[in-house]
C-alpha cells in the first residue's frame, strides 16, 4: 500500500489528541457532502424541467422546418417532393402555411395565427398528446374542423358543444386599390373547433390549427407555402439529415431543428443551469474552508509523528504529501458521500415525487420532474477534486512551512 494513502487514511480515521480535531474534520466531510448532493440535486432538477419543456416543445414542433429564407411564402411545385423522400431518414412532410386572422366567437374578438395543415400533421408532430377537451381531428366526414390554444379558448369562452355558433375566421383580402365597403377587405369562413390543446402559454395564446385546404380556400392561395415540417426515422443521424436537406434546398431555405426552432429558450436554459452550477460551486468551494482548518489543526496535533518520520528518513516532501493526501481524501470521501447522497434523493423522486411543486394551481406535473445524467457526476466530481486539490494545497505548503520548517530541517 502506498505509503502516503496508509498514513492519510490512518489519520483521517483513528483518534486525535483533541476531540475538537475530530469534530472539525467530521464538519469538513460533511460540509463538503451537504454541497456535492446540492450540485447533484439541483442539476437533476434543471435536467426534468428541461426535459419537461423539450416534450412540450416536442409536441408541436417537427423534428425539422423548412422555411424559405426571405419572404413569408414559397411556391409549392417549387419543392421536388420525390427527392426529399429519396432521402432515407426521412419519414413525413407536413405542408404548413402561417397567417395572422381574425377570430371571432360570439361577441368576442381574438388575434390569433391560424396553421394550416397538410393530412401528415398528426404524423410529424404529437398534438394528440396535447388535447385537453376534445379530440384532435382536423378533418371528418367531409368537414373540416379546428384545433385551438387554451388560451384563446379560454379568452372566447369557447364551448365545443356549441353547434350552432361556430368560430368565424376573417383574414385580409388581396385587393388593388382601395374599397369602400370594408367588409369587402375581408375573406371569412366558418369552422367547427373539435379540441383545445394546451402546450406552453406561447403556443396556446398563439395558434388555432386548420386544414390547409381550409387555409387556402380562405386565404386566396393557389399552391403556396409557409413551410415543410419533416419527421425523421431515426434521431441519431439528424445531423447527417440536416446537411442532406440542406443539399436538396438549397441557399434560398433554412433547415432548422428543434433546438433551433426554439434556439432562445433553449440557450436561456443552459445560461441558468451553468449559473446555478457556479454559485453552488463557490458554496462548495466556501465549505472546503473546513478542510483547510482541519489540516491545519492536524498538522499542528502531529508535531511529534512528524518529528519520528524525520528522524526515520522521511523528507519533507514525503511528510508534505501525507497531509496533502490526508486533505484530498477528506475532501474525496465527502464528494462521494454527496453524489451517493443526492443520487439516492434524485431517484427516490423520480419514483415516488415526494416533493410536490405546490404552485397554487394545477398544473402539468404535481412533483418536480428529475432527470439523472451521468455527466453531471463527472462534472461535480471535477470540481470536488479541484477544490479539494487547493484545499489540500494550501495548509501543506505554506502552514507547514510556517511552523515545521525548523523540525525538517
Not at 148 to 170: E, F, H, R, T
Amino acid at each position: 500500500m502506498n505509503l502516503y494513502f496508509y498514513i492519510a487514511r490512518r489519520y483521517l480515521f483513528a483518534k486525535k489528541t483533541h476531540n475538537i480535531i475530530n469534530i472539525i474534520s467530521a464538519i469538513s466531510v460533511g460540509g463538503v457532502t451537504i454541497g456535492t448532493a446540492a450540485l447533484i440535486i439541483v442539476l437533476s432538477v434543471f435536467n426534468g424541467f428541461e426535459g419537461l419543456v423539450v416534450g412540450m416543445f416536442n409536441s408541436f414542433n417537427p423534428d425539422l422546418k423548412v422555411s424559405p429564407l426571405k419572404g413569408k411564402t414559397f411556391q409549392e411545385k417549387e419543392i421536388d417532393f420525390k427527392k426529399i423522400y429519396q432521402v432515407s431518414n426521412v419519414s413525413h412532410i407536413t405542408k404548413v402555411i402561417e397567417e395572422n386572422a381574425l377570430i371571432k366567437y360570439h361577441e368576442k374578438q381574438y388575434i390569433a395565427s391560424i396553421k394550416a395543415v397538410s393530412e401528415d400533421f398528426h404524423q410529424t408532430s404529437r398534438i394528440d398528446s396535447m388535447i385537453v377537451s376534445g379530440d384532435a381531428a382536423l378533418e371528418y366526414a367531409g368537414k373540416y374542423y379546428a384545433l385551438v390554444g387554451q388560451g384563446i379558448a379560454y379568452y372566447l369562452g369557447l364551448s365545443l358543444n356549441d353547434y350552432d355558433n361556430p368560430l368565424s375566421i376573417y383574414v385580409p383580402r388581396h385587393l388593388e386599390g382601395n374599397q369602400i365597403d370594408p367588409l369587402e377587405a375581408f375573406n371569412s369562413q366558418f369552422i367547427q373547433p373539435s379540441g383545445i390543446f394546451s402546450i406552453q402559454q406561447e403556443y396556446d395564446q398563439k395558434y388555432v390549427i386548420v386544414p390547409l385546404r381550409f387555409a387556402r380556400t380562405l386565404l386566396e392561395y393557389d399552391n403556396e407555402l409557409s413551410a415543410l415540417e419533416i419527421k425523421i426515422k431515426n434521431i441519431n443521424y439528424l445531423k447527417n439529415t440536416v446537411k442532406e436537406l440542406e443539399s436538396i434546398f438549397g441557399n434560398n431555405f433554412t433547415v432548422k431543428d428543434r433546438y433551433q426552432q426554439e434556439e432562445l429558450l433553449f440557450k436561456i436554459m443552459k445560461s441558468e443551469k451553468l449559473i446555478v452550477f457556479l454559485i453552488l460551486s463557490f458554496i462548495l468551494l466556501i465549505a472546503t474552508f473546513n478542510v483547510i482548518g482541519s489540516l491545519s489543526m492536524l498538522i499542528l496535533d502531529k508535531k511529534k509523528d512528524i518529528s519520528v518520520l524525520k528522524s526515520m528518513g522521511a523528507s519533507k516532501q514525503t511528510i508534505r504529501n501525507i497531509f496533502f493526501t490526508e486533505g484530498m481524501m477528506i475532501t474525496l470521501f465527502g464528494g462521494l458521500l454527496g453524489m451517493l447522497l443526492g443520487g439516492m434523493v434524485c431517484w427516490l423522486q423520480l419514483q415516488f415525487g415526494f416533493i410536490k411543486m405546490n404552485t397554487g394551481a394545477t398544473f402539468i406535473i404535481e412533483a418536480y420532474p428529475v432527470k439523472i445524467l451521468f455527466q453531471d457526476f463527472l462534472y461535480v466530481l471535477l470540481i470536488v477534486l479541484v477544490i479539494g486539490f487547493f484545499a489540500a494545497w494550501y495548509p501543506v505548503k505554506y502552514i507547514s512551512k510556517k511552523h515545521l520548517e525548523a523540525r525538517l530541517a
